[in-house]
């Protein structure tokens, strides 16, 4: 089976790096289409099949991913739609807001289409991708589909509605938790660690929070029950979070991710 990825950015190049860290394609199987000499040379380097030219990605591919700015997948999917089998081949796009009925509008005879949204942990097989089968697309074709991005962190079959909801919760996502680690490294310097040790604590405390709750399957406020002793310095500290809006500011950022 061989893969093809038209657009190796940041989003691209990271799902690229997961299919090759993965088991299911071996590296010559799969295509990397970019006018970035510099980022086909870096996948070349890697036994990936690299291009310029989107059309030759396409061609032959059993699964054809495309992964560029929302703007640019018309151009893109217009560019390759003579190549394009609609019997033999899956179309993948991976791109926020563009939607179903605009990629059929643009390719009349359209494989069976997925939308997904992945994040940039993906590249370290730690995503989490939402998946909208689209359609006309088979069981088969859908567990597929889930199954490669499996291997790639954990998925979430979803529909379309649902699919903005998922990019502000895990694509941008990644982000506001990444956020949070400045942030606390910042409060650790204040409190006398070095930089760096101040980020490695905050990023093994972030760890194992998520293992406990993973393991455990307690809800996050159950958790933290475990942890603040009736007028103790924990519940001092989250109170004060409190007071300046801390779960408000974060739901409201949530929410101003889905804004257009």
């Not at 038209?6 to 071996?26: N, Q």
């Not at 859908?142 to 909801?165: N, P, R, S, Y």
Request: with cysteine; proline share 3%; net charge negative.
């Amino acid at each position: 089976m061989k893969i093809a990825m038209i657009g190796a950015g940041a989003m691209g190049g990271a799902t690229v790096e997961g299919l090759i860290k993965g088991e299911r394609f071996r590296n010559e199987d799969i295509t990397v289409a970019d006018p970035s000499q510099q980022v086909v040379e870096k996948f070349s380097r890697q036994g990936v099949s690299v291009t310029t030219d989107n059309q030759l990605a396409a061609q032959g591919a059993d699964i054809v991913c495309v992964c560029v700015k929302p703007w640019l997948v018309e151009q893109v999917l217009k560019g390759i739609k003579d190549v394009l089998d609609a019997k033999k081949q899956i179309l993948i796009v991976i791109a926020a807001g563009v939607s179903s009925a605009k990629i059929k509008e643009w390719l009349p005879d359209c494989p069976p289409l997925f939308l997904m949204i992945p994040n940039i942990a993906i590249a370290q097989l730690a995503s989490m991708t939402f998946i909208v089968p689209c359609g006309a697309v088979s069981q088969q074709q859908t567990e597929l589909v889930k199954a490669i991005f499996d291997e790639m962190g954990q998925t979430i079959i979803t529909d379309e509605q649902h699919l903005a909801a998922g990019t502000t919760l895990a694509s941008c996502g990644i982000a506001y938790a990444m956020r949070y680690i400045r942030a606390a490294s910042e409060g650790g310097v204040e409190l006398g660690f070095k930089a760096d040790d101040a980020k490695q604590i905050v990023m093994q405390t972030m760890k194992g929070a998520v293992e406990l709750l993973q393991a455990s399957g307690l809800h996050p406020e159950a958790a933290i029950d475990l942890v603040t002793t009736p007028g103790g310095v924990t519940i001092k500290g989250l109170n004060e979070m409190e007071h300046a809006g801390f779960t408000s500011s974060v739901i409201k950022g949530l929410k101003a991710g889905m804004k257009i």
